[in-house]
């Protein structure tokens, strides 16, 4: 016959559990397409499934640092942020003063962070990794003051952020029709951008249709970081000289192999200035998220300055398929 359980024991095991605090765009496409309730429930029951605890909230944009300032003060929890790349864009200035690590907890269309982190496949999977991960410090970028933690372009890369914006609006069924149509209008409707930069000692100016900042080396098919610190950034100038081109351009980035493009040029540095000589104000992308600004715009490195929970260390060997695509 079973013994009947404790309920001081139960209670001794359970605040014993880690205990996590989830904060969660609510305007999420992953949030509005379950349901609220039915969202926060199954984040709860996957975190219980991995052996903690979760608390959930679920706040608007507007909301979010306040939530997150008050969770970060307790001490008692250990911090995520829920949602895509643009909402953990917004979160930085939060995220950089905490001394403890956070957690990401990606519901975005693209996640570059969530998978540098090694955060894929079903959301049980993510917050199962979320559990057993460790913390890793993880460089940022600053344009003018303002934080971006992988991706900050201009020309092809405002625009088409722009347009997934519209069509995510246009075509809320389908986030591929969406992605699909933002592309193929992208693609057509681009013009090229003239710009003066300067970038470890050397300053060029070039006419190019896109021009990309990576935090670290992004490589491979999924545009994937080997480092998360590498103390580094990576300027790629996009000049492809026609729609045919553009087109092409686009498909090899797709598909992996646009670091062989006779259309691109890769630049590293730990500081970078870009001046755009076509227009005094013009759109960049922070993360995918757009804002109109003006030149210069001054690129300043800050190593080390997240500390972030990742299910794979800092940096990571290269998969051999990915030696085709070399730095």
């Known amino acids: 016959m079973a013994k009947p359980s404790d309920p001081l024991q139960e209670l001794d095991a359970q605040a014993k559990l880690r205990c996590f605090r989830v904060i969660a765009n609510a ?3 992953t949030v509005l397409e379950a349901g609220a309730e039915s969202f926060a429930r199954q984040i709860e029951a996957a975190f219980e499934a991995a052996g903690c605890r979760a608390e959930v909230e679920l706040v608007p944009p507007r909301q979010l640092e306040e939530r997150l300032r008050a969770a970060i003060a307790d001490e008692a929890v250990t911090t995520v942020v829920a949602g895509g790349d643009g909402s953990i864009n917004g979160a930085l200035p939060v995220l950089v003063g905490c001394k403890r690590p956070v957690g990401v907890l990606p519901l975005g269309t ?6 540098d ?3 894929i496949g079903p959301l049980e999977e993510q917050i199962a ?3 057993a991960g460790e913390p890793v410090s993880m460089d ?4 003018n003051g303002r934080l971006f933690h992988s991706i900050s372009g201009m020309g092809f890369f405002s625009l088409m952020a722009r347009e997934r914006e519209y069509a995510r609006r246009r075509f809320p069924f389908s986030r591929l029709v969406a992605f699909l149509f933002a592309a193929t209008r992208s693609i057509l409707f681009t013009h090229s951008i003239r710009i003066e930069m300067e970038i470890a000692g050397e300053r060029r100016q070039v006419e190019a ?3 990309l900042v990576t935090v670290n080396q992004f490589d491979g098919t999924e545009w994937r970081r080997n480092r998360l610190d590498g103390g580094e950034f ?3 100038i996009l000049d492809t000289g026609g729609l045919l081109s553009r087109c092409k351009a686009a498909l090899s980035m797709l598909t992996g192999g646009w670091r062989n493009s006779q259309h691109l040029v890769s630049l590293t540095g730990t500081a970078v ?3 755009r000589r076509d227009k005094r104000r013009g759109h960049v992308t922070f993360d995918g998220e757009v804002e109109r600004r003006a030149s210069p715009f001054t690129y300043r490195l800050l190593p080390g300055a997240l500390r972030v929970i990742a299910a794979r260390p800092a940096k990571i060997e290269p998969h051999p398929a990915e030696h085709m695509f070399p730095s």
Request: proline share 0%; glycine share 14%; net charge neutral.
């Open 110 to 115: 693209v996640n570059v962070l969530g998978r």
């Open 209 to 211: 249709d896109a021009v």
């Open 234 to 236: 990576e300027v790629h």
């Open 273 to 275: 200035t870009i001046n």
């Open 140 to 143: 940022l970028g600053s344009v």
């Open 27 to 29: 305007r999420a496409g």
């Open 117 to 119: 982190l090694g955060l």
């Open 129 to 131: 990794a979320i559990c």
